[in-house]
């Protein structure tokens, strides 16, 4: 079926993608043929290392860029065509710091003035969110002048001056602390519990896993996984990790053995001296670790197995835990 | 009722973009030059007959708005898109075009506000004659084209420039050149080096200058006419290369 047939309002999808491409130098590929669809109301997570090409997907969304080639429906409306109708219905908080010279409630003000909302609506909601986001005691001060975190807490409340259907989060909670990281995330929760449909991109996955209803994994413009957080930690099955470091000062031989040793039952990450492996056999795992660091004469300095983390997914989706890699 | 686009950008620009001291600065430059080379240049010239430099220097000075106003257009570009509000007024419910007749709008009323000032200050402290209706609409026609024109320039200027360094310097030339070699401060003579007659022959201040001086003083002619016939046609072409930049410009965030 054809992406973007059905009438705008009728949409179920608040985002729809298929075989979506994007180059900006005609060579590479920032995305390359992705596809997925958003439904409404859901939150929807974006995963990725820098440059993954989540940013790409993000401004291909909010109309910023036109996608080379493939199908893209922001709640029915074709981005590329239709940019106005669909920046009208979505809110967006880019990852880059964006205000106006003036202060805290000014910016808060001249952005609601933007959006056309009635002046006393304009107050009602800047004091709302002055106070939801901790913003009152800095209200009158220049918000070029405040703290890192301070300014992405006056970013997102500033994008809730306004109504929309979509909110596009680039990233929103760098540079938080704990307690105003939940805040936001609680925040963002309240306005889904209302209907509103969150794009979510982070690095940190205990947000997603927090947040999220569904998360795709994207690297190299592709994406290699999509599912809801508890599905993707199913995907491996019943599978543990089991986190394993050694004290030797080159352990190569004996994480080349062990992912020989148990080559199509257990997927081995290496980094360094530290290694993750999957496994849904966790005593032939251990059993293979013991006996290979004895004929190696290897010693274990940490040995864990624990339950799978969306991290997990999320290193083994990506295929890199860091420098070394070594498959089973 | 609902505001138009472009109406709220251009109250956006004028709130977010006028301090206090940076309004007194912009309009208190040229007020400046009135006085200080109004009354500086006018001793010198105590002994002539004729017109005094002030009469002469006030239409100019008028004229001279335009290009202030040209550079509020290029500032508030360059400073929406080093600071990041360019991608996030770009993400809001605006068209790239709505945006950039915001600032051109903007850049104009900074234009004629200033040359209302100037013609108060002149009246004030220089003691110049009031202008007629006719006259004041043709000086105000002639500054509202003058500051579409550097508004454009310097829109151009904001979208190709990368540097913020580069983009000071250049405007700080242009701003240099573009107004003493115009007839904003003498008038063209034939004494001058032939390179600086076609210099100011070229320069579209020079037109409006001419323009606003002939509606000021009573003498407009048919080569100030012309002059701003060839303006209209400059600033379109101006205008229409700052709008292709600009819409090719990055404005993307990262």
């Known amino acids: 079926m054809q992406v973007g047939q059905e009438p705008p309002r009728t949409e179920e999808w608040a985002v729809r993608a298929e075989n979506l491409r994007h180059s900006y130098d005609r060579r590479h590929f920032a995305l390359d043929g992705v596809s997925f669809s958003i439904r409404r109301g859901e939150v929807f997570g974006l995963l990725g290392r820098n440059g993954a090409g989540k940013s790409t997907l993000i401004k291909a969304m909010t109309t910023l860029i036109q996608p080379t080639s493939g199908e893209l429906r922001v709640l029915g409306f074709d981005p590329s065509r239709d940019g106005r109708r669909v920046r009208e219905r979505i809110g967006v908080v880019q990852q880059a710091e964006s205000f106006d010279f003036t202060t805290v409630q000014g910016n808060l003000d001249v952005y609601g003035m933007l959006w056309g909302i009635p002046k006393a609506e304009r107050e009602r909601r800047r004091e709302q969110l002055l106070t939801r986001f901790d913003l009152g005691e800095i209200r009158r001060r220049r918000a070029f002048d405040i703290s890192g975190g301070q300014k992405r807490r006056v970013q997102v409340a500033r994008e809730f001056m306004h109504d929309m259907e979509i909110l596009f989060l680039d990233e929103p909670t760098v540079g938080l602390d704990v307690i105003m990281r939940r805040t936001l995330l609680d925040s963002v929760r309240a306005e889904v519990r209302r209907g509103l449909t969150v794009v979510f991109t982070t690095h940190n996955l205990e947000e997603a896993d927090y947040l999220c209803d569904r998360v795709a994994v994207i690297d190299e413009g592709k994406l290699l996984a999509l599912d809801s957080v508890e599905n993707l930690k199913q995907l491996y099955g019943g599978k543990k990790t089991i986190d394993l470091t050694v004290a030797d000062s080159d352990p190569s031989g004996f994480f080349r053995a062990l992912g020989a040793e148990l080559a199509g039952s257990a997927t081995l990450t290496v980094a360094g001296h530290a290694a993750v492996l999957l496994t849904d056999d966790t005593k032939a795992a251990l059993s293979a670790i013991v006996t290979l660091a004895r004929t190696h004469a290897v010693q274990l300095d940490w040995l864990n197995v624990r339950k799978n983390t969306l991290e997990d997914v999320f290193l083994h989706s990506v295929g890199h835990g860091g420098e070394g890699h070594e498959g089973p | ?254």
Do not use: C
Request: no cysteine; glycine share 10%.
């Open chain 2, 1 to 254: 009722m609902k505001v138009p686009n472009i109406l709220r950008l251009v109250y956006r620009n004028i709130v977010v973009n006028t301090d206090p001291g940076s309004l007194v600065i912009l309009l208190g430059l040229p007020a400046m030059y009135l006085v200080f080379f109004g009354f500086g240049f006018q001793s010198l010239a105590s002994g002539n007959r004729g017109p005094s430099y002030l009469d002469f220097l006030t239409p100019g000075i008028m004229a001279f708005q335009a290009v202030m106003a040209g550079t509020v257009g290029g500032s508030i570009l360059w400073a929406d898109r080093r600071w990041g509000m360019l991608s996030q007024l770009l993400v809001g419910p605006f068209t790239r075009l709505q945006y950039l007749l915001g600032i051109m709008l903007t850049a104009m009323m900074f234009g004629l506000g200033g040359a209302m000032v100037m013609l108060a200050v002149a009246y004030l402290l220089v003691g110049t004659a009031p202008i007629g209706l006719v006259a004041l609409a043709i000086i105000l026609a002639s500054i509202t084209v003058g500051s579409i024109f550097f508004g454009a320039l310097m829109l151009l200027l904001a979208a190709l420039v990368k540097s913020n360094t580069a983009y000071n310097s250049i405007q700080i030339l242009l701003i240099f050149v573009v107004n003493f070699a115009s007839t904003v401060f003498y008038p063209l003579s034939s004494g001058l080096p032939l390179v600086l007659q076609a210099l100011f022959r070229a320069n579209p201040l020079t037109y409006v200058s001419d323009a606003v001086r002939g509606a000021y003083s009573g003498t407009l002619n048919a080569t100030d006419l012309y002059q701003m016939l060839v303006l209209g046609v400059e600033t379109v072409v101006v205008l229409v290369l700052a709008v292709r930049a600009y819409l090719r410009a990055d404005v993307s965030y990262e």
